[in-house]
């Protein structure tokens, strides 16, 4: 809804989204209700973060705040990007805060190094190792090369202690490309990391093992790189990637439960293996050319593209990526095609044998066309 040139949302959810798509399309926009009936109204100290590394990252934008915390009003600046550093609430991971900078970075003035400190793993946000699994594939793909693009762990960080350090560094582009990305090919390869901290060594052999002997039953290429940190909180878990002849990557991670959390009772590492390996073995099920994680980082790349047609198949979309589409025909007026993917016969083009084949693997693929808004980077003078 709009109103007086602002576009205004009630509630705090997909609070991320709207700022985002505010900082790109250079709109207000005014959040109201926020968590106005709860017992402890307004902003979240996580969420007060993400503004003030937005206003870091920016030059020149406005934000106004009620008393109470219940309303924000957004009126974004000019993308500058540069050396920085923050501080994350224990509360979130580093991984809310790092997908909007991977929607950000590439249209900032100057190339974005960030050094991020908190939680690098939990059970709510995606971990940075998943991050890197699953975004930084997608940005090598739409960047064309990954010079000057990387992720690096420098220090582990676990709930609620946290204390983990992670930077990320990103170049700039004027326009990004139009694509079309259609087949994701068959699974050749899995990798992943398995992490401890402060546990007895022998708890990443038990989740490596558990894992593998869901994996092998499938293919033989699988190969798990062990992580032993020395963190200020304990814990363990397992993030697990498939990659496919075609380049796409599906990632999916567990871990056990944090230090004071409230549950029925612990999981042992071997139940986390196998918690991993059934969640990718549900990524690979539901197929795409990317993993739910990176739905919403390829659909705003297709709207920010020059004015060309773009396509790409996708599994069945989460209520996440379903919102975000709403929020991009707000903000850039850009409507999606939505068509159900007919996979390519197997047998050959004989429809009869097509029929006899029976019912694909897998679930229902969508293949989703857009035409590009011809987003440019105004702030760079060269690609």
């Keep these: ?26 709109k207000p926009v005014r959040i109201r209700n926020i968590r106005a009936k709860d017992a402890q109204p307004g902003l979240r100290e996580y969420e007060v973060s993400l503004i003030r590394l937005l206003d870091c990252v920016s030059n020149g934008s406005h934000i106004e705040v009620n ?11 000019v993308l500058l990007g540069g050396i920085l550093e923050h501080s994350c609430p224990n509360q979130r991971g580093i991984g809310y805060f790092l997908e909007p ?32 699994y699953s975004l930084m594939p997608v940005m090598k793909k739409f960047l064309v090369t990954d010079e000057g693009l990387s992720l690096k762990m420098t220090r582990r960080g676990l709930p609620p202690g946290g204390g983990g350090v992670v930077q990320f560094t990103c170049p700039v582009r004027r326009t990004l490309r139009a694509f079309q990305w259609e087949d994701s090919g068959k699974v050749q390869r899995i990798r992943g990391v398995v ?3 402060r546990v007895a060594p022998t708890v990443a052999n038990r989740i490596l093992e558990a894992a593998k002997g869901e994996f092998l039953n499938f293919l033989t290429d699988v190969y798990f790189t062990i992580d032993n940190a020395k963190g200020s909180s304990p814990g363990y878990g397992l993030c697990a990637a498939a990659e496919t002849n075609k380049g796409s990557h599906l990632s999916a991670e567990a871990m ?13 590492p071997e139940d986390v293996g196998r ?14 050319c990317v993993d ?36 991009l025909r707000d903000f850039f007026q850009t409507k999606f095609k939505i068509d159900e993917h007919q996979e390519s016969s197997l047998v050959g083009e004989d429809e009869e044998e097509e029929e006899e084949e029976g019912p694909r693997t897998g679930a229902s693929k969508l293949k989703l066309t857009c035409v590009g808004s011809g987003y440019t980077n105004i702030s760079k003078g060269q690609v």
């Design 256 to 268: 056990s439960n944090a230090r004071g959390e409230e549950t029925p009772e612990n999981k042992l």
């Design 101 to 132: 900078l991977f929607m950000l970075a590439p249209f900032c003035k100057n190339p974005l190094d960030i050094t991020l400190k908190g939680v690098t793993n939990n059970k709510i946000d995606p971990s940075v190792d998943m991050i890197r």
């Design 195 to 197: 992490f401890t901290s």
């Design 67 to 77: 008393i109470s915390g219940t309303s924000v009003l957004f009126k974004p600046g």
């Design 1 to 26: 809804m709009e109103v007086n040139g602002i576009l205004t949302y009630d509630g705090c959810n997909f609070l991320r989204q709207r700022l985002v798509l505010s900082m790109l399309t250079g």
């Design 292 to 327: 739910s994680t990176s739905q919403p980082l390829v659909l705003l790349f297709m709207v920010l593209a020059p004015t060309d047609v773009s396509k790409i198949v996708l599994g069945p979309l989460t209520p996440y990526s379903m919102h975000f589409l709403r929020h």
């Design 275 to 288: 918690e991993a390996a059934w969640r990718l073995l549900e990524e690979v099920y539901r197929g795409g």
